[in-house]
């Protein structure tokens, strides 16, 4: 938050330095004493696995993207549109929306229901369905048991 502040104002008088770093340990203080930072609105505890789950996301929605081109491009490639149940085993509501939200992102692939325990979703092709059913992705999706409820 400090950082935050010192990048919007530009100050580096020492005494406005040090209300800045007072104004941003407080604001810090009272959100947390205010119980406003809950671990899925601010998801600090799994920051470190959401970057590495966002690099294979990205490989992922670049992969389905050439497939749905090469689907659109080539009449001989099939198209053969579904609507499958997919299992999941996220434990927290943070990791089910990550990975129903994961799924919509994927080029060829639409959420369309989240449930307890499975996501029913609209895949435009068989490879699709297969890709999904193989639970690969709903692997990859980080998930913080511990702050399960």
Do not use: C
Not at 63 to 69: G, K, P, T
Not at 111 to 136: C, P, Y
């Amino acid at each position: 938050m400090f950082l935050f502040w010192f990048v919007l104002s530009g100050h580096t008088e020492l005494w406005l330095l040090l209300l800045g770093i007072a104004s941003a340990g407080l604001t810090i203080f009272l959100s947390a004493r205010m119980n406003f930072m809950d671990h899925e609105g601010h998801p600090f505890h799994i920051s470190m696995r959401l970057l590495h789950y966002f690099l294979y996301l990205g490989k992922e929605i670049v992969i389905a993207n050439l497939d749905v081109v090469k689907r659109i491009l080539s009449p001989g490639r099939s198209i053969s549109p579904q609507i499958i149940q997919v299992p999941h085993n996220k434990k927290t509501d943070l990791g089910k929306v990550i990975y129903a939200n994961s799924i919509t992102l994927t080029p060829g692939t639409v959420t369309i229901e989240l449930t307890e325990n499975e996501i029913k979703v609209h895949a435009l092709s068989k490879d699709g369905v297969d890709e999904l059913q193989s639970g690969r992705m709903s692997t990859k999706v980080p998930d913080d048991e511990a702050q399960s409820s």
